[in-house]
């Protein structure tokens, strides 16, 4: 699945590119330079990135379902009981 952004998202991108080129590398980068370069991270890195966040996703869920367990767990079979303990276990 291709990673896309917004054409908003894609141009706050672009400008960060330029921004970190401007004020951190020794020469600047123009627009679509700095648009073909967010590009190839999206194709080239950003599925690593998105498989990583699906498996955050996946285990932080994952332990939501054990606690749920935990949570609303009720005894089966315990209609007896009751009598039992109130009889001080005798029948």
Request: aromatic fraction near 10%; avoid cysteine.
């Amino acid at each position: 699945m291709p990673i896309e952004l917004t054409k908003e998202d894609r141009q706050r991108a672009v400008a960060s590119i330029e921004r970190y080129f401007r004020e951190n590398m020794e020469e600047k980068i123009g627009n679509i330079a700095a648009s073909g370069l967010l590009s190839f991270f999206l194709e080239e890195v950003g599925p690593s990135v998105y498989n990583k966040g699906v498996i955050d996703a996946q285990e932080k869920i994952q332990s939501r379902v054990e606690e749920l367990d935990i949570e609303v767990h009720e005894a089966e079979f315990a209609y007896w009981r009751k009598f039992e303990k109130q009889a001080g276990g005798k029948r």
